[in-house]
């Protein structure tokens, strides 16, 4: 494979994606930290998102049948060799000069799944170069920001169609953003030389003129609403996934509209501080969608055994943004590439000890029910 050179190697000590996250911070500095690691608000949801995963607890089966058994899926019709993708994160070249190269040359030698932000450093068309003809790799999607303009937006699809991305993954839960008080309190600003490259060109919003310094001006006034996606759809030959629902309303809604999936998401605790955990949100939505569209889930998942409860709740599969981010810090490729494989290791050994040959064998049973 044609993979960026693999110079740096893994920090001693590191086992884990907690150990990822630890190390990561002595190598970023501290508005770049601020920037990956935290959150709206007091970061309540943020702190959410891990906890309730740790509060589901697995109940394990013995002496069951497992020769033969793997962690393979079906994602959209597409095999899939773990349910991983890995979550769009912008800027990623604040974290280490590769950026979003990297971790789609990691997620293509993991044969894990990748999707890239509209806010990407590295652009769309050199990411879809570098592995797409990779063998085994998981699917390319790339994630939308409907932009204040919608003619560069369509222009932005038709990239994205033309590269060979295989879904559009829209994000639809920040019509403004977050109150990030650790940033604003870092000072942080992306560093000169990385930008959103993708989105060179596109003409500036118009200015608002109501007069009130009101947050519903400016952007929020341009923000899509479903209709905007109604459009989008009927102008995309690719299937059009949701991130961001959190609410069962809008999961009907997405589910009547024909989206090929949804992705249950608080967009990492950094919009709306105190929305609920992913985790408590998932059964909801699931049982919404009536098992018609695909749902996948992100927020807060460290470790296999996040993998495997998403599972149990109904997920397809689950992203992960921040562990790859930090894998990247430490080690470029070869880090996310370690974080991604750390992640299999230990859902196929939560399978195991669950007595799970397939996630088939993955049911709401996996999970301890304390009555």
Same mark, same amino acid.
């Given at each position: 494979?044609n993979?960026?050179p693999a110079l740096?190697?893994?920090?001693?000590?590191?086992?884990?994606?907690?150990?990822?996250e630890?190390h990561?911070?002595?190598?970023?500095?501290a508005?770049?930290?601020?920037?990956?690691?935290?959150?709206?608000?007091?970061?309540t949801t943020?702190?959410?998102?891990r906890?309730?995963w740790?509060? *589901?607890?697995?109940?394990?089966?013995?002496l069951?049948?497992?020769?033969g058994g793997?962690?393979?899926?079906?994602?959209?019709g597409?095999p899939?060799?773990?349910?991983?993708l %890995?979550?769009? %994160?912008?800027?990623?070249?604040i974290a280490?000069p590769?950026?979003?190269l990297?971790t789609a040359?990691a997620a293509a030698a993991q044969?894990?799944g990748f999707?890239?932000?509209t806010?990407?450093?590295?652009?769309m068309?050199?990411?879809?170069?570098?592995?797409?003809?990779?063998p085994?790799?998981?699917?390319?999607w790339?994630?939308l920001?409907?932009q204040?303009?919608r003619g560069?937006?369509?222009?932005?699809?038709?990239?994205?169609?033309?590269?060979?991305?295989?879904?559009?993954?829209?994000? %639809?839960d920040a019509?403004?953003?977050g109150?990030r008080?650790r940033e604003?309190?870092?000072?942080f600003?992306?560093p000169?030389g990385?930008?959103a490259v993708?989105l060179?060109?596109?003409p500036?919003?118009?200015?608002?003129?109501?007069g009130?310094?009101?947050?519903?001006d400016g952007?929020?006034?341009?923000a899509?609403t479903?209709?905007?996606?109604?459009q989008?759809?009927?102008?995309?030959?690719?299937?059009i996934l *949701?991130?961001?629902?959190?609410?069962e309303d809008?999961?009907?809604q997405?589910?009547?509209?024909g989206?090929a999936?949804?992705?249950?998401s608080n967009?990492?605790?950094?919009t709306?501080?105190?929305?609920?955990?992913t985790s408590v949100v998932?059964?909801?939505?699931?049982?919404?969608?009536?098992?018609?569209?695909?749902?996948?889930?992100d927020g807060g998942?460290?470790r296999g055994t996040?993998?495997l409860?998403?599972?149990?709740?109904?997920?397809?599969a689950v992203?992960?943004?921040?562990?790859c981010?930090?894998?990247?810090?430490n080690a470029?490729?070869v880090? %996310?590439?370690?974080v991604?494989? *750390?992640l299999?290791?230990e859902l196929e050994?939560?399978m195991?000890?669950?007595g799970?040959?397939?996630?088939?064998?993955?049911?709401?049973?996996?999970?301890?029910?304390?009555?």
């Amino acid at each position: 494979m044609n993979t960026v050179p693999a110079l740096a190697h893994i920090p001693p000590g590191i086992v884990s994606l907690a150990d990822h996250e630890a190390h990561a911070r002595t190598v970023l500095d501290a508005k770049a930290w601020a920037y990956f690691s935290g959150g709206a608000g007091d970061e309540t949801t943020l702190r959410a998102n891990r906890s309730s995963w740790d509060a *589901l607890s697995l109940h394990p089966r013995v002496l069951q049948p497992l020769a033969g058994g793997h962690c393979r899926t079906t994602l959209l019709g597409r095999p899939l060799d773990l349910p991983i993708l %890995v979550a769009p %994160v912008a800027y990623q070249r604040i974290a280490h000069p590769d950026g979003e190269l990297a971790t789609a040359y990691a997620a293509a030698a993991q044969n894990t799944g990748f999707v890239l932000s509209t806010q990407a450093s590295v652009a769309m068309e050199t990411i879809a170069n570098a592995v797409l003809n990779e063998p085994g790799r998981g699917p390319l999607w790339f994630q939308l920001y409907i932009q204040h303009d919608r003619g560069f937006t369509y222009e932005l699809v038709k990239r994205a169609e033309l590269a060979g991305y295989e879904a559009l993954v829209v994000t %639809v839960d920040a019509p403004s953003s977050g109150v990030r008080d650790r940033e604003r309190r870092a000072g942080f600003k992306v560093p000169p030389g990385i930008s959103a490259v993708n989105l060179a060109g596109m003409p500036p919003p118009p200015i608002a003129r109501t007069g009130t310094d009101s947050a519903f001006d400016g952007a929020v006034a341009l923000a899509p609403t479903w209709e905007d996606l109604a459009q989008l759809q009927a102008r995309t030959r690719l299937p059009i996934l *949701l991130k961001g629902i959190l609410h069962e309303d809008d999961a009907r809604q997405a589910s009547a509209m024909g989206f090929a999936g949804v992705i249950v998401s608080n967009h990492g605790g950094r919009t709306l501080d105190t929305a609920p955990a992913t985790s408590v949100v998932l059964p909801r939505i699931v049982d919404a969608m009536g098992g018609q569209t695909a749902v996948l889930v992100d927020g807060g998942i460290r470790r296999g055994t996040d993998v495997l409860k998403a599972i149990a709740l109904g997920a397809q599969a689950v992203l992960v943004g921040r562990p790859c981010v930090f894998g990247l810090a430490n080690a470029g490729a070869v880090g %996310v590439a370690h974080v991604l494989r *750390l992640l299999r290791d230990e859902l196929e050994i939560a399978m195991v000890q669950c007595g799970c040959a397939t996630l088939a064998q993955v049911t709401p049973r996996v999970l301890f029910k304390n009555n």
